[in-house]
Structure formats: structure tokens, C-alpha cells
């Protein structure tokens, strides 16, 4: 590993297996999630000729619950060639670029178009208004690196919101690296450079 990577982060691992049900058994009753990133699961099963027989209202707050389900079936069914883990990633790749596309995305985003960093720097208000509980805080460590800490991010943080970050980074036509330590089911850092 690089000497620039800290002590104690890893590059992503893939083997997991499917613990949805470990989460679910731990997660928050009250959390929610804005319906955009529920549907894009569905959007993307469709576009694959894959039907997920759900559809959901963009600004709506769904349980918490019913996008870790969705999830796990649309990682299953969409990429039934992969391991768990790097479907998650894979559907986690998906969602800035139609989350930066939507009415919320654009708005919140604007003044960052394609400036990765400037995307780091609004992650924690983005996460703010479209899912709970969640704390993404991101801290720059040098010109073209952050440490992000994501605390009580129930959505398969070490996967699916890699996969996220992953996808910011081809969405703003960066190339880069992201590396984790899992400190729990729903807290991880990353460490991101580019």
C-alpha cells in the first residue's frame, strides 16, 4: 500500500456476504430515505429488463428498512453475475450521477459541476436532506485527498456508499482512489485521493 494511504484503511473488499438482515435487525425505526434513490434502483432494473415491482415519489420519505430490502434485491437481481458486495457497489456507482441530475441534485450541486472536491465539500449537506439518521462529514487532507466519516449511514457504507463516491469521482471526470476502515456496520471512513 502507498505511503500516502493512512495506517489502518484498505482498499474496498468485495467477498462480503449478503448481511441485510443483521442491519435491519439493528437499524433505527425511524429512519428514512427520499424516494429518488429508491426509484433509481427500479429505473436501472427496468433498463436492464429486470422488473422490480415497486415505484416510488422522488421527495417521499420511505423506512429505512424498505430501501435495505430493495437494495439487497436489486443487487441480487440487476447483477445476479457478481458477489453481494460488488453488486451494492455497482448500484452505489449509479446513484450521484442520477442524484446530481434530479430537481434536489441540481440545485444542491450547482455551484460544484464538475469540481470533485467542490462535490466532498457539499456531501454532508446532500446526505443531510435525503436520509436519516446520517453524518457525513468530509475533512481535506491535502490538495487532491479527504477523509470522509460516515457515521449512522445504515445503506451498506463499505459498499453501496463507496460505490456513491466512486461515482461522483466518474461523474466529475476525476480518476482516483478510495480506501476504507470500517469501525461498524454503519460507520466508516474513507480515505479518497485523486
Given at each position: 500500500?502507498?505511503a500516502?494511504?493512512?495506517?489502518?484503511?484498505?482498499?474496498?473488499s468485495?467477498?462480503?456476504?449478503?448481511d441485510?438482515?443483521?442491519?435491519l435487525a439493528?437499524?433505527?425505526?425511524d429512519?428514512?430515505?427520499?424516494?429518488?434513490?429508491?426509484?433509481?434502483?427500479?429505473?436501472?432494473a427496468?433498463?436492464?429488463?429486470?422488473?422490480?415491482?415497486?415505484?416510488?415519489t422522488a421527495f417521499?420519505?420511505?423506512?429505512?428498512?424498505?430501501?435495505?430490502?430493495?437494495?439487497q434485491?436489486?443487487?441480487?437481481?440487476?447483477?445476479?453475475?457478481r458477489?453481494?458486495?460488488?453488486?451494492?457497489?455497482?448500484l452505489?456507482?449509479l446513484?450521484?450521477?442520477?442524484?446530481?441530475?434530479?430537481?434536489a441534485?441540481?440545485?444542491l450541486?450547482?455551484?460544484a459541476?464538475?469540481?470533485f472536491?467542490?462535490?466532498l465539500?457539499?456531501?454532508?449537506?446532500g446526505?443531510?436532506v435525503?436520509?436519516?439518521?446520517?453524518?457525513?462529514?468530509?475533512?481535506?487532507?491535502g490538495?487532491?485527498?479527504a477523509?470522509?466519516?460516515?457515521?449512522?449511514?445504515?445503506?451498506?457504507?463499505?459498499?453501496?456508499?463507496v460505490?456513491?463516491?466512486?461515482?461522483?469521482?466518474?461523474?466529475t471526470?476525476v480518476?482516483g482512489?478510495?480506501?476504507?476502515?470500517?469501525?461498524?456496520?454503519?460507520?466508516v471512513?474513507?480515505?479518497i485521493?485523486?
Open positions: 500500500m502507498s500516502d494511504v493512512p495506517q489502518g484503511f484498505a482498499a474496498p468485495f467477498e462480503a456476504e449478503d441485510t438482515d443483521v442491519r439493528q437499524l433505527p425505526r429512519g428514512w430515505v427520499r424516494g429518488m434513490f429508491m426509484q433509481e434502483v427500479v429505473d436501472e427496468r433498463s436492464r429488463g429486470v422488473l422490480l415491482n415497486h415505484d416510488f417521499h420519505k420511505y423506512p429505512l428498512s424498505e430501501f435495505l430490502r430493495l437494495l434485491e436489486g443487487a441480487k437481481r440487476i447483477f445476479p453475475d458477489s453481494f458486495s460488488r453488486a451494492l457497489y455497482s452505489g456507482s446513484s450521484y450521477p442520477n442524484f446530481a441530475k434530479s430537481m441534485g441540481r440545485a450541486f450547482a455551484v459541476g464538475t469540481d472536491r467542490r462535490v465539500e457539499l456531501a454532508g449537506r446526505y443531510a435525503t436520509v436519516h439518521p446520517g453524518d457525513v462529514s468530509v475533512r481535506f487532507v490538495e487532491r485527498s477523509r470522509v466519516h460516515m457515521r449512522h449511514i445504515w445503506a451498506f457504507p463499505a459498499t453501496y456508499q460505490g456513491v463516491l466512486s461515482g461522483a469521482m466518474r461523474a471526470n480518476q482512489d478510495v480506501f476504507i476502515r470500517e469501525n461498524g456496520l454503519d460507520d471512513e474513507l480515505f485521493r485523486w
